[in-house]
């Protein structure tokens, strides 16, 4: 029989929120960490490229494949239960992946991870949904997303130290003392909370949306080799637009659907979905080419380029509290509004950027920007989706929620790295013959455009060293280029988030609380 203590402790919904945070401190360190860790893993393990990108490809497409079914799950058999299974089976994958002796052990443990992360995240924010009153909600969603920016900020810090005097794998193995610490948390704090009259599976709309989201998925990560008007490209663009259909004629007519098809009836829920793959987009952008930026073209050392991408996670961490705060005067309308026009003012901002730029001037600062846009965001989205379905579907809204942060941060990754790409192959040859590249040289050096769309220049064996000096600057003024086009693209994105921001409302609406208020 449990004591009076520990029936005080699991009905308070600060300590859930407590234990909540080491879910996704465990799950943002993870994400950050292993970009660090590949070049080890490559050199440790004769690892090539490919292999490299499935390190991180095979966790993103089971995570976003499964996300929207583990919530429901979450919802059926008890968000507690559902989390600790998580947190488990992610800290016993992250030990497996340090313990593999191959590359392809290391691929399939990073699948598994993937598929136990989608078992947190959306337990998570079903489990605050359910401890918290709605007018509170938002607050405790502003924590939530302080910690992940929290350990956004400190892994590429955390992990290059590790990888540097210790070893790749304990980066891994990083994830067991913060997931024993979560479960052991989780096991005395949290309360048990499922829907009161679990529906039936819905198999069929399980297995349709699980086709649906690898198709758009895996396109989305074979696009930038394949080639984005490639026939096998659109063959899986084509199988996700025919599986979204069948999908929603299928729940349409289910009796107990995976996914209720009115939660996006609710404006709401609907454009906050939508302003999530925006500003994801736009910020997984912003760090992924402005990481190569740092560690490519002006030669920092991970540890070095972690420090000095600080200010933007942060700024992150400083936004997310305000957001939710805002959100909870306001209304949505106000914190996203404002948030995605400080993100298309920073990414103005990094247009000015140059091969020598100082960092100070011209990065610090749109870091700043940046890091509160997507900090007054993240929450008041979150907080919305969540709070606007019943609890019942808490766990399908915050699958609903972090499939939505999957997809953006794909998009943008994908869709900018194109741009980029084809930017640096357009003015590469002009480029390097500005630096003084002989023209002979630089159309040799085309096919090496992949190459420099990483901010690397190629080496040229026996050229004198003002030719290969010339080489290097044409090929870094090559990829500013790009960069530059590449973060017009993502203004033009934010600013389409700060518009659907503007439909949101003025109201902050919650199932439970001001429910005949009009959502608009």
Do not use: C
């Not at 360190?29 to 080890?40: E, G, K, Q, R």
């Not at 024993?180 to 948390?185: E, P, Y």
């Not at 380029?305 to 309308?333: E, I, M, Y």
């Not at 990829?479 to 389409?496: E, K, N, P």
């Amino acid at each position: 029989m449990e004591t009076q203590e520990k029936r005080t402790i699991r009905a308070n919904p600060w300590w859930a929120l407590a234990s909540v945070a080491f879910g996704v401190i465990m799950v943002g360190l993870d994400a950050t960490v292993v970009a660090i860790a590949n070049p080890f893993i490559a050199r440790d393990l004769h690892a090539n490229l490919a292999d490299l990108q499935w390190v991180t490809n095979a966790y993103l497409l089971t995570t976003a494949v499964l996300l929207i079914p583990a919530g429901k799950l979450a919802d059926r058999i008890g968000r507690r239960a559902t989390f600790l299974v998580g947190m488990l089976g992610f800290a016993a994958a992250s030990a497996g992946v340090g313990l593999a002796g191959s590359i392809g052990w290391v691929i399939a443990f990073r699948a598994i991870q993937g598929g136990f992360g989608a078992l947190i995240m959306p337990s998570t924010l079903a489990i605050l949904r359910a401890s918290f009153p709605v007018e509170r909600l938002n607050t405790a969603i502003g924590i939530w997303g302080a910690s992940s920016g929290l350990a956004i900020a400190g892994g590429p810090i955390v992990a290059g130290l590790l990888v540097q005097n210790v070893s790749w794998q304990s980066v891994f193995y990083l994830n067991v003392p913060v997931g024993a610490i979560g479960i052991l948390l989780g096991l005395f704090v949290l309360a048990e909370s499922r829907e009161q009259e679990p529906d039936r599976l819905d198999a069929p709309g399980t297995i349709v949306l699980a086709g649906t989201l690898f198709s758009l998925v895996f396109g989305l990560i074979k696009a930038q080799s394949w080639g984005w008007l490639a026939g096998r490209t659109w063959i899986f663009f084509g199988l996700a637009i025919v599986g979204a259909v069948i999908f929603v004629f299928v729940e349409g007519r289910a009796r107990f659907p995976l996914v209720p098809l009115g939660m996006f009836g609710r404006r709401q829920v609907s454009l906050s979905a939508v302003v999530v793959i925006l500003s994801f987009f736009a910020f997984f952008g912003v760090v992924f080419f402005v990481a190569l930026y740092l560690q490519e073209v002006h030669g920092y050392s991970p540890v070095a380029a972690g420090v000095r991408v600080l200010p933007l996670t942060a700024s992150f961490v400083v936004g997310a509290p305000l957001g939710a705060a805002l959100n909870g005067r306001f209304g949505p309308r106000v914190p996203v509004g404002i948030g995605m026009a400080a993100i298309a003012v920073g990414l103005a901002l990094l247009t000015t950027l140059g091969v020598s730029s100082s960092y100070l001037v011209h990065l610090a600062l749109p870091f700043v920007i940046v890091g509160l846009g997507i900090g007054l965001v993240m929450p008041t989205t979150s907080d919305t989706i969540v709070a606007n379905v019943p609890e019942a579907e808490a766990g399908v809204a915050g699958g609903v929620q972090s499939t939505a942060v999957q997809i953006g941060g794909l998009l943008g990754t994908a869709v900018l790295g194109s741009v980029l790409s084809n930017r640096v192959g357009s003015v590469l040859i002009s480029k390097l013959e500005a630096a003084g590249v002989p023209g002979v040289v630089a159309t040799r050096l085309g096919p090496a455009r992949p190459l420099i769309a990483e901010g690397l220049a190629p080496r040229i064996p026996q050229v004198p060293a003002l030719v290969q000096t010339a080489v290097t600057n044409g090929s870094h003024a090559a990829f500013m280029s790009g960069l530059h086009v590449a973060m017009i693209v993502a203004i033009g994105v934010a600013i389409v988030g700060a518009i659907v921001g503007l439909a949101l409302g003025a109201v902050r609406v919650g199932s439970g609380h001001r429910a005949s208020a009009p959502l608009a």
